[in-house]
């Protein structure tokens, strides 16, 4: 082991608490120290901060890390606090006196890491100042926010390219969840990052089981998936400002420990929900998509949609707020047509006529992740050119499965097809040819004397677009949203096309039957003592409190379960313990012993 990745390792488990890095996180953190630039698409909870943390701790100057929201600046420098990292960021949050303290400690070198939003950093006395300052590296978070192809565009992030001309020596990483291929090519354009060592790390949440059932009495069917849920911690979200109050107070009405969140209401109502529910005060946040992006929220265990989102790119990020520490987690969507025409008519609103196509393309694609009969895994995952060849064990079609049936016969003929028209048309007119339709554009394009004209006459058109839609699932077709939805042959369609390979797809489900196994489902059973645990959270939640910080700042869930698991009584075991550093062994260490020492003595003496 040379002589960098020893002390990374030391960092990692000194500092952080983590005995172990995941792929890819040692070579992006070399590579950072060593100067280059970096791109890394990672899922949510999969470690991406680690990947600008650790190499700012290891090179001289200062790192400054660009964050798009004040609570998730908030959220990480609490955390880095909390591991005994010299730390800041300045935002409009912060007293001019404040903001004066932070700069003299950045002036004077007293800091690692400098949070920013992108709008200051890209001010020009800003720049100037940096200018004269030893910088470490710039980290650029969210990175998704600078394309015109992602699902959250941010004009303020343009600027950013400028970054690698002002400051051509200093190494950047960029960082994302979401990001499907024509995306991440886009990025490292707009960024100027040409030359940029590319990672990425898949897009697998394992841990979260995704569910999806029709949408018929929601209010009943959310109130029936939260009844097991009580003491769990999770987030509800609706596309109106309406629907969201509206839910929120009837979830309240029912018992409900729920809240309210959105753009519309007042700053410090806003404020007030967002903190309590950090602090575990509120249990159930209610929210439009204006909630989520801003918090570090480490325990989150469940996320529903009540509304069908517009994209499977904001889909996936959203669900991907639950169970960033790894433990068990799920999504639930309440799927309905009705959803549809509302998220229609929310992107039909923009004067941009490019942007309208794509994004209603992303919707498409959207309603048919929602009509999957495939894994919803292996459909999710190869949308971001994550193709799997297995399904997970984990969604609602894995654990209940729709019946299946020999389709080889119609795969080849729709990938014939798509073939045949030089893999330059779309999902419908692709069906349309298949057929045999004489509509004037089919006529027009002579594709009526293609030998694939009419050779899926026998099957209606809703038939083939369930079809076409799991072949994309599945990885054999690809769809290019950058041109509206073209679809193109994958590699794995080759050995369909010739014959070697079967396809076996799904039938629809009965609507009504779906909504039954739409039920909780069992999460695997847990391996450490649920009432140490739940003592582990009190005592938790009352040093936060104390410290005026969120929970999972103090220890996250894996931590303290890992605790209750391996019950440490003593500074060399507690270290042991996965999230544990030396900075937090000496600040939270004995508080945590003492009640895994009296639960022990508790125990004995029941025996």
């Not at 709008?119 to 800003?126: Q, T």
Request: aromatic share 8%.
């Amino acid at each position: 082991m040379g002589v960098i990745t020893s002390t990374i390792h030391n960092t990692l488990k000194s500092t952080f608490g983590f005995n172990d890095f995941r792929p890819p996180q040692q070579d992006v953190i070399e590579r950072v120290i060593a100067g280059e630039d970096v791109f890394l698409v990672m899922p949510t909870g999969g470690g991406k901060s680690l990947c600008y943390q650790i190499p700012a701790i290891h090179r001289d100057g200062v790192a400054i890390v660009v964050s798009p929201l004040i609570a998730l600046m908030k959220d990480q420098v609490d955390a880095l606090i909390a591991n005994g990292v010299r730390v800041a960021c300045l935002n409009s949050s912060l007293s001019s006196r404040e903001s004066g303290r932070v700069l003299q400690q950045l002036h004077s070198g007293g800091l690692d890491l400098l949070y920013v939003a992108p709008e200051r950093l890209m001010m020009v006395d800003f720049l100037d100042m940096l200018s004269t300052l030893k910088l470490a590296l710039f980290a650029i978070d969210e990175a998704h926010c600078i394309s015109q192809w992602g699902h959250d565009f941010r004009p303020q992030y343009i600027q950013l390219g400028r970054l690698r001309e002002l400051f051509p020596a200093i190494p950047i990483v960029a960082m994302t969840a979401t990001a499907d291929p024509e995306t991440r090519k886009d990025i490292l354009a707009q960024l100027g990052l040409a030359e940029a060592t590319v990672f990425v790390a898949g897009f697998d949440r394992p841990n979260i089981t995704y569910t999806v059932i029709p949408k018929q009495k929601p209010l009943v069917q959310l109130s029936a998936f939260l009844s097991g849920r009580r003491d769990e911690v999770g987030i509800v979200y609706a596309l109106s400002r309406k629907r969201v109050e509206d839910v929120a107070e009837k979830l309240r009405t029912a018992g409900f420990n729920a809240a309210a969140y959105h753009a519309g209401l007042p700053d410090d109502e806003r404020k007030r929900v967002q903190e309590s529910f950090q602090r575990d005060d509120i249990r159930i946040v209610v929210a439009t998509v204006a909630f989520g992006m801003g918090i570090d929220k480490s325990n989150v265990r469940f996320v529903v949609h009540y509304d069908m989102p517009k994209s499977v790119e904001s889909y996936y990020q959203e669900t991907g707020r639950a169970g960033r520490d790894g433990l068990p987690s799920e999504a639930l969507m309440l799927f309905g047509m009705g959803d549809v025409m509302t998220a229609r008519k929310l992107i039909e609103n923009s004067d941009n006529a490019e942007r309208v196509k794509i994004e209603l393309q992303k919707l498409n694609a959207m309603v048919g992740y929602a009509e999957a009969l495939t894994c919803r895994r292996r459909a999710l995952l190869s949308y971001f050119g994550d193709l799997r060849e297995h399904a997970c064990d984990n969604c609602d079609i894995c654990t209940d499965p729709p019946t299946r049936f020999d389709a080889t016969e119609q795969a080849r003929k729709a990938l014939s097809c798509v073939y045949r028209l030089g893999e330059r048309f779309g999902m419908m007119y692709v069906i349309e040819v298949l057929r045999g339709s004489k509509n004037q554009r089919v006529m027009d394009m002579r594709h009526d004397r293609l030998s694939t004209w009419g050779i899926g006459a026998d099957t209606s058109a809703v038939q083939w677009e369930n079809i076409m839609r799991q072949l994309i699932h599945l990885g054999y077709l690809v769809q290019d949203f950058t041109r509206f939805g073209v679809l193109g042959l994958s590699s794995a369609a080759r050995p369909v096309l010739k014959g070697e390979t079967e396809v076996i797809l799904g039938l629809p489900r009965d609507t009504v039957e779906a909504v039954q196994r739409g039920k909780k489902r069992a999460v695997g059973r847990k391996d450490y003592d649920q009432a140490l645990f739940d003592a582990l959270r009190a005592t938790r939640k009352r040093i936060a409190d104390a410290a005026s910080v969120p929970p999972f700042v103090v220890f996250s869930d894996a931590t303290l379960a890992d605790m209750a698991r391996s019950r440490p009584t003593h500074s060399r075991e507690m270290v042991q313990v996965s999230g544990v550093g030396e900075h937090k062994l000496r600040q939270y260490g004995k508080a945590f012993m003492d009640v895994i020492s009296e639960y022990e003595r508790e125990n004995s003496a029941a025996v």
